[in-house]
């Protein structure tokens, strides 16, 4: 069963983000702060649960939370900085949107730029262990998944509809055959070597 936050003294956001290994496409990422009596038997680690049942979770979480948000980094912000840096970049940015202020951070992971002198703490894989990590890591996944549900309809050739971008061997394949477009991660070395001329 999932703890409801690491400590229960001061108001706590969960953070978590989403797309980070992938080749194309923004990475997602959401803050969220839950009443501290939330609790649903389905709530867990995004990675765990189905498409369906992240979505589920996404309409209960959004109706259920006290303040959750969802910002994102582009492909290009990602190639201009690298992508920890846009990662911990869009944590910032959902909560500067949260309509309560929290009075402490806890981050799934093990990286974290301080955020306007709220104490903070990283855990890793605490999306399997903080239901508030949990909901911000299937807020972050269901915005991503949406996202590149709609890149597809402009990019068929890649096959975002079913990998969401990340580097399976069917997009590795349309990326040799059809190259890069503006929404992969230019950074990644993604391009296959060019094959030595005879």
């Given at each position: 069963?999932?703890?409801?936050?690491?400590?229960?003294?001061?108001?706590?956001?969960?953070?978590?983000?989403?797309?980070?290994?992938?080749?194309?496409?923004?990475?997602?990422?959401?803050?969220?702060?839950?009443?501290?009596?939330?609790?649903?038997?389905?709530?867990?680690?995004?990675?765990?649960?189905?498409?369906?049942?992240?979505?589920?979770?996404?309409?209960?979480?959004?109706?259920?939370?006290?303040?959750?948000?969802?910002?994102?980094?582009?492909?290009?912000?990602?190639?201009?900085?690298?992508?920890?840096?846009?990662?911990?970049?869009?944590?910032?940015?959902?909560?500067?949107?949260?309509?309560?202020?929290?009075?402490?951070?806890?981050?799934?992971?093990?990286?974290?730029?301080?955020?306007?002198?709220?104490?903070?703490?990283?855990?890793?894989?605490?999306?399997?262990?903080?239901?508030?990590?949990?909901?911000?890591?299937?807020?972050?996944?269901?915005?991503?998944?949406?996202?590149?549900?709609?890149?597809?309809?402009?990019?068929?050739?890649?096959?975002?509809?079913?990998?969401?971008?990340?580097?399976?061997?069917?997009?590795?394949?349309?990326?040799?055959?059809?190259?890069?477009?503006?929404e992969h991660r230019k950074s990644f070395n993604i391009l296959p070597p060019q094959l030595n001329l005879l």
């Amino acid at each position: 069963m999932l703890l409801n936050a690491y400590q229960d003294i001061l108001l706590e956001a969960g953070c978590d983000e989403a797309g980070r290994g992938c080749y194309a496409g923004p990475v997602f990422a959401a803050a969220v702060i839950l009443p501290a009596d939330f609790y649903h038997p389905l709530l867990n680690d995004s990675k765990k649960l189905s498409e369906k049942q992240r979505q589920e979770m996404e309409t209960i979480i959004k109706k259920a939370a006290i303040a959750w948000a969802v910002a994102s980094q582009t492909a290009a912000e990602i190639d201009g900085s690298n992508i920890l840096k846009a990662s911990i970049k869009c944590m910032h940015l959902a909560l500067d949107q949260l309509k309560k202020r929290p009075k402490f951070i806890a981050i799934d992971g093990n990286r974290f730029y301080p955020y306007k002198k709220i104490p903070h703490i990283t855990i890793v894989k605490g999306d399997g262990k903080y239901a508030h990590i949990a909901a911000a890591s299937i807020l972050a996944k269901t915005a991503r998944d949406a996202y590149m549900e709609k890149a597809h309809l402009k990019h068929p050739n890649y096959g975002w509809d079913k990998n969401k971008g990340y580097g399976t061997a069917i997009h590795r394949a349309a990326i040799e055959k059809f190259g890069l477009c503006f929404e992969h991660r230019k950074s990644f070395n993604i391009l296959p070597p060019q094959l030595n001329l005879l």
